[in-house]
């Protein structure tokens, strides 16, 4: 705290001349230590918003990288067939720094002036109430998830799949690094979901702080990644709440090139029918294990069963991807 209240010589140090620091917690003196640390509030912002990402994003795939490496968890693994290879990993990896580096960084770099055009709160101190932040970020869930779902199923449209989002659809059965594997476009179009959900909360309501911004964009990253996982755990979360969409219900958009759009959530996929073919899958395999069990087929050909079944989806999405690719339009 002495660190906080001792003369800094800073051109920082009015920003809280009327700020009581003894009321403030640990994380709160630590953020205004890290905002003391610039001349420049919005270099501050640029950079903690870079290094957040960075190290949410490698740092929720990290654990993943290991499971993949580990045999015994294969029988969790959506596609148990289809294990990435540490060059898929690394190929993956180039292009998601690349990505970064070059078409994100200047961007938060411009976040700072953009964020105070729009109200958001950057710099201030004490942060907002728990039970604030936990309604916000709420909506901006549900914001996020809708305009997804809609941006997503343009991305599908012949012209854009082929010259976009065909990136992103490489893996068939996708892998945490490969949640941020797309075209800049998409990572551009896609991010105005996310980012864009608080900006216009904060310009109707002008109560917002960066802070409840950034405990959003970890739980979103988190959502992102564990949904390109490719594993479906008994503890998964969306064995906890059936709505939440998780890595069984994106796996099949990869897998089969088609239905499940949305993000977060499974509902706007079933209200508007955009889950059936995925639906009629799960079905259908459950069905046929169910079969196999009966009749006392082992855990291997049991196993063998879904591959099939897994082989003929896939096939079915080729074969509309090809078609969506050879819709020209321009
Ligand atoms: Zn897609
Ligand atoms: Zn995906």
């Known amino acids: 705290m002495s660190n906080v209240t001792a003369p800094i010589h800073r051109a920082t140090e009015f920003l809280y001349s009327d700020v009581d620091f003894t009321s403030l917690n640990w994380l709160e003196l630590k953020w205004a230590q890290w905002y003391l640390l610039f001349d420049d509030p919005a270099i501050a912002t640029g950079l903690m918003s870079f290094l957040l990402h960075e190290i949410v994003y490698f740092g929720r795939c990290i654990p993943w990288i290991i499971i993949d490496a580990i045999p015994y968890f294969r029988r969790w693994k959506l596609q148990p067939n289809k294990v990435p290879t540490a060059l898929d990993e690394w190929e993956c990896t180039k292009l998601v720094l690349f990505s970064h580096f070059t078409i994100e960084l200047p961007q938060i770099w411009f976040f700072h002036p953009i964020a105070e055009y729009f109200g958001l709160a950057t710099w201030q101190i004490p942060f907002p ?22 941006a997503h199923q343009l991305m599908h449209y012949g012209p854009l799949y082929k010259h976009i989002h065909k990136i992103h659809h490489k893996y068939s059965a996708p892998f945490g690094l490969a949640a941020e ?33 950034y405990i959003w964009v970890t739980l979103r990253l988190f959502q992102a990644v564990d949904s390109h996982s490719g594993y479906d755990f008994p503890w998964s979360l969306q064995h906890i709440l059936p709505f ?36 009629a899958h799960k079905a ?47």
């Open 244 to 279: 939440w969409a998780g890595a069984e219900h994106h796996d099949y958009h990869h897998m089969a090139f088609m239905d499940n759009f949305a993000s977060s959530f499974r509902y706007l996929d079933f209200i508007f029918g955009t889950d059936e073919r995925y639906r």
């Open 181 to 213: 594997y797309s075209h800049p476009i998409e990572v551009l179009v896609l991010g105005m979901g996310t980012i864009g959900g608080p900006l216009i909360y904060c310009y109707f309501t002008r109560s917002l702080h960066i802070f409840t911004v």
């Open 129 to 150: 109430h728990w039970r604030t932040m936990f309604g916000q970020i709420a909506l901006f869930f549900i914001f996020e998830d809708f305009f997804h779902y809609c």
């Open 284 to 330: 259908r395999l459950r069905k046929a294990k169910e079969a196999a069990k009966q009749r006392g087929a082992t855990h291997e050909e049991q196993a063998a069963i879904e591959r099939t079944l897994n082989e003929e989806s896939e096939k079915v999405g080729l074969a509309a991807e090809a078609e969506a690719e050879a819709k020209r339009l321009w």
